[in-house]
C-alpha cells in the first residue's frame, strides 16, 4: 500500500488495542491483495508494465485522500462526543 499509510497504520491499531495476531493477519491479507493485484498487472501488461506505476500513483494517491477523509471523520465525531460539546457552539 501507500508507504506513509503502511508504515503509519499500526498507530491507531495501538490506539485501539488491536490484538497483535488480528492486526498480523489484516496487515498480510491488506498487503496480498494489494500486491497481487500490481504483481498480475504488470503480468498482464508485459513491455507496458510502466502503465501501472502511472495508474498505481493515481489509486496511491486516491488511497491517501479517503484516509485522510476518515481520518478527519474520526477526530470531528470525537470531539462531538466530548462532555460539554454542545454547550461550547
Known amino acids: 500500500m501507500v508507504p506513509v499509510v503502511r ?3 499500526s498507530v491507531p491499531a495501538g490506539i485501539q488495542r488491536m490484538p497483535l495476531p488480528a492486526f498480523t493477519a489484516l496487515t498480510a491479507a491488506g498487503s496480498l491483495v494489494w ?6 498487472l504488470g503480468y498482464w501488461l508485459g513491455d507496458n508494465w510502466r502503465l501501472v506505476e502511472e495508474y498505481g500513483g493515481m489509486v496511491s494517491k486516491a488511497v491517501v485522500a479517503v484516509a485522510a477523509l476518515a481520518v478527519a471523520r474520526w477526530f470531528v465525531v ?10 461550547r457552539a
Do not use: E
Request: aromatic share 6%; charged share 25%.
Open 7 to 9: 508504515s503509519l497504520i
Open 35 to 40: 500486491n497481487t493485484a500490481f504483481v498480475l
Open 78 to 87: 470525537r470531539l462531538r462526543r466530548r462532555p460539554g460539546a454542545r454547550h
